[in-house]
């Protein structure tokens, strides 16, 4: 239940962000390309970090790689500028 909870986190994420970032009429837009984003992520990260973890390291690799990841994510979203508020 925990792991399908995560899910609705990222969705109500994506659709605030949306909604501050982008003018009423292209939400819609908006929601969809980082919905699609996210889903990509999605399919190719077990892909890559299988690929990678059955290398030499085996496991260490694609762990050390998905470290990298989110410390990477995480400087980039803290560097963001907020944006302002765009109304109809």
Do not use: K
């Not at 989110?70 to 508020?85: I, N």
Request: without cysteine.
């Amino acid at each position: 239940m925990v792991f399908g909870f995560s899910f609705l986190a990222v969705i109500a994420a994506v659709t605030s962000f949306a909604r501050r970032a982008a003018r009423p009429h292209a939400w819609t837009s908006a929601i969809a390309a980082l919905t699609i984003a996210f889903g990509i992520g999605q399919s190719i990260g077990p892909v890559l970090s299988g690929a990678l973890s059955d290398g030499a390291n085996g496991l260490r690799t694609g762990l050390w790689l998905s470290v990298v990841i989110l410390v990477v994510s995480g400087a980039v979203a803290t560097l963001q500028p907020e944006p302002e508020p765009r109304y109809g």
